[in-house]
């Protein structure tokens, strides 16, 4: 009677599992385990992480979870065997306690998932237990879209079309977990599931934050947008509107099924679904880039523009970063970013385009800022994102195509709803100064009590003359580029 272990890591759900389902098809024993691996812990910058908060939250109900589905199937109960420490020590150390014969994992596609993961499959090759992962957090992975020539994608409409002519509903099935659940074992006598202290960590407070965890969130969320999705388009770009899904976080640690989310937008259609399946495909799009270009973790995608000549100046990253730039609706979304740990896509253009734009600060500062910030930090994205407002990376921005951010501003949030939310500072300016309050005269500012460069600071830069100072430094480069 074989037995095996489900490795958990960005798939907290009981649900539409890929590696679940196919331990359970395998085994007649399936263990379920979690590790709190101390190599990525460590890197934290504090103990009061958003981030590990929510995964021990999703943890909690999942444990619980399986072991409702176990009990309704007609098992024993089951749960998560959750463990701190290196991954590549600890997980092929509880397999050989369990006696498995296999682990089964979903797959991983960042470089360093994939050096831990190999160093784990051959650290269990080593004792005799087998190792074997499959496709889940993507629709498409690796070579599964292809250019005629048999090449990966780095333009991402071309990607798009491909990916809308290869999918079908086999690509878009749910795992058929619950009929198998009878095969999950029970938790080993006395385990339990460790808390946030007990892994060295506190609250970080997400229940102020309002963002829901685990399954039970992720449905919550995913119900809330279906029943707005047809006004996704025209509302997704306004950071004052409830436009998006929110779900971001969410599709992160996989308390949602990426499957079910695509299926219900292409089964939907129309504007709004169609619009919001295209951001899930640009997420295909950016995991597989990383896949054949992980140089692009630390590199410009267009080696050309290695030669960019970035400026040394931390006075104007820590203003970036403190939200003290002068520009409100760029301050207004690192404030959004550093309070919530989310930011609102379009302002996450809009800063990326200031910071590497206006400030000419390097892009690899500012992703990696956004690492350690965003609650739905995921590198494949990040870094497409990042790349692509700086016009260093796969179908960026063109480098002469310059966000100018009150322009933005006025058109994104026209009467300074998101603004004000975040600067209160600025609750008195007029509609009309909001998105350039230093435009405002000394008589208005003492009016509305708010004085520039006191109450809230003046730009640390002039825009148009940072907009020509870009042309230059890109200018430069391109013009090197054709002599050579």
């Not at 991954?87 to 682990?103: H, N, S, T």
């Amino acid at each position: 009677m074989p037995s095996a272990l489900v490795w958990f890591r960005r798939d907290l759900r009981s649900f539409d599992h890929a590696a679940l389902h196919h331990a359970l098809r395998f085994a007649d024993r399936v263990h379920c385990a979690f590790v709190f691996d101390t190599a990525i812990l460590e890197a934290l910058r504090s103990r009061r992480d958003r981030r590990v908060e929510f995964i021990h939250a999703s943890l909690i109900e999942l444990d619980e979870a399986l072991g409702a589905m176990a009990r309704a199937a007609g098992g024993v109960g089951a749960g998560v065997i959750v463990r701190h420490g290196r991954a590549e020590d600890v997980l092929p150390r509880l397999a050989a306690v369990l006696g498995v014969d296999k682990v089964f994992a979903n797959r991983d596609y960042e470089p360093g998932a994939i050096v831990r993961d190999s160093r784990v499959a051959q650290a269990l090759a080593e004792a005799g237990i087998g190792y074997q992962d499959f496709k889940d957090q993507v629709i498409f992975e690796r070579d599964d879209v292809l250019t005629q020539a048999g090449k990966s994608y780095s333009v991402f409409t071309p990607y798009k079309n491909a990916w809308l002519k290869a999918i079908d509903d086999f690509q878009l099935k749910a795992y058929p977990v619950e009929k198998y659940a009878v095969y999950l074992a029970p938790k080993p006598m006395g385990e339990t599931l460790p808390s946030l202290a007990d892994i060295g960590f506190e609250p970080a407070g997400l229940a102020e934050l309002n963002l829901p965890t685990g399954m039970r969130g992720g449905r919550r969320l995913f119900e809330d947008f279906a029943a707005r999705i047809d006004r996704y388009k025209r509302a997704r770009d306004f950071p004052a509107v409830k436009g998006v899904s929110y779900l971001s976080t969410h599709l992160r640690f996989g308390t949602v099924s990426i499957r079910q989310l695509a299926a219900h937008a292409r089964a939907r259609g129309g504007e709004g679904a169609d619009s919001w399946l295209s951001e899930l495909i640009w997420r295909d799009f950016y995991h597989q880039i990383l896949w054949h270009n992980p140089r692009v973790v630390d590199h410009a995608f267009r080696p050309e523009y290695e030669a960019v000549k970035w400026d040394d100046a931390p006075e104007r990253f820590a203003a970036w970063c403190e939200a003290r730039t002068g520009y409100p609706i760029v301050d207004a979304a690192m404030r959004q970013l550093n309070q919530t740990g989310w930011m609102h896509n379009r302002l996450r253009m809009i800063v990326a385009s200031f910071l590497t734009k206006d400030l000419g600060i390097d892009w690899r500062l500012g992703e990696r800022y956004f690492a350690a910030q965003l609650n739905d930090y995921d590198l494949a994205a990040n870094n497409g994102g990042w790349q692509w407002a700086a016009s260093t990376g796969c179908d960026a921005q063109p480098w002469f195509r310059i966000f100018n951010p009150v322009t933005q501003s006025e058109k994104f949030d026209p009467e300074g709803r998101f603004i004000r939310r975040y600067l209160p500072e600025l609750a008195r300016v007029p509609d009309k100064f909001i998105h350039a309050p230093w435009t405002l005269g000394g008589i208005d500012q003492t009016a509305c009590r708010t004085k520039i460069g006191v109450d809230y600071p003046e730009p640390i830069v002039d825009h148009a003359a940072a907009r020509e100072h870009t042309l230059q430094r890109f200018g430069v480069v391109k013009n090197d580029g054709q002599a050579g």
